[in-house]
């Protein structure tokens, strides 16, 4: 066995304690391919123990990495023979004269991070991300923040500041807006105008085409055009 190779027999072992049961770690002494793995920890995951050999990727590998300069293979996805999907992350161990010895292969099997993943997908899930009440836990929000945590999440929404927004759009957003009661909130057609480079008379344009009896009731007295005129965009 390589010097180089022998040195790390016992990181396996510390490595697979800091990576946890799901991450298989894999020692190889390319010297001998027929019986290469010299350490292994949590090998149930691919079935594997010491003295089992390359696996044919790990010789393709191997002659891919002896006719280039590279020290390690990223992220890769890899499955074991029941079909578990495995990330796996190889690193060529190279001696003074760059020549391999050994590989260092971290296994990450990842099906319990997969059902994780998709337990969390529907458990976040929401018909929509805007909406008017956003309160920190153990605090109250004051209407300034609940106006611009809502303008937030609708140029998050939309993926564009509001001022940059086409007719459509902007008619878009007051549509949302308005189906999570933001208008309801004191000045709220106020800082939708300032953040969209809009005038209030424009908000309460589109106010009266997003909004029908059944759904809000009549809609807000507007301003007195003699003092304030503005233009549509």
Same mark, same amino acid.
């Given at each position: /066995?390589?010097?180089?190779?022998?040195?790390? !027999?016992?990181?396996?072992? #510390?490595?697979?304690? =800091?990576? #946890?049961?799901d991450c298989e770690v894999v020692l190889h002494d !390319?010297? &001998?391919p027929e019986h290469s793995i010299v350490a292994i920890e949590n090998g149930s995951i691919s079935g594997r123990k010491v003295g089992d050999?390359? @696996?044919?990727y790990g010789l393709f590998s191997l002659k891919a990495a002896l006719s280039s &300069?590279?020290?390690?293979?990223?992220?890769?996805? =890899?499955? @074991?023979?029941? #079909?578990r999907r /495995?990330?796996?992350n190889t690193l060529f161990l190279r001696d003074e004269h760059r020549a391999i010895?050994?590989?260092?292969?971290?296994?990450?099997? /990842? @099906?319990?991070a997969?059902?994780?993943?998709g337990l969390l997908e529907t458990l976040t899930a929401i018909a929509s991300p805007v909406y008017s009440e956003h309160f920190a836990e153990g605090t109250a929000a004051s209407g300034t923040d609940l106006l611009q945590r809502n303008l937030g999440l609708i140029r998050d929404l939309l993926g564009k500041p509001l001022h940059l927004l086409k007719r459509a759009e902007r008619l878009e957003a007051v549509r949302h807006l308005e189906e999570k009661g933001f208008f309801l909130l004191k000045g709220a057609v106020e800082a939708f105008a300032q953040e969209a480079g809009v005038s209030v008379f424009t908000v309460y344009r589109y106010l009266r085409e997003t909004r029908t009896d059944s759904q809000a009731g009549p809609v807000?007295?507007?301003?007195?055009?003699?003092?304030?005129?503005?233009k549509e965009p």
């Open positions: /066995m390589h010097p180089l190779v022998r040195a790390l !027999v016992p990181v396996v072992k #510390g490595l697979s304690l =800091a990576l #946890g049961p !390319v010297s &001998d050999p390359l @696996t044919d &300069d590279i020290d390690y293979l990223p992220n890769f996805l =890899a499955r @074991t023979r029941e #079909g /495995m990330r796996c010895v050994g590989y260092l292969c971290l296994n990450y099997d /990842m @099906t319990r997969e059902i994780a993943k807000e007295k507007l301003p007195n055009p003699n003092e304030r005129q503005a």
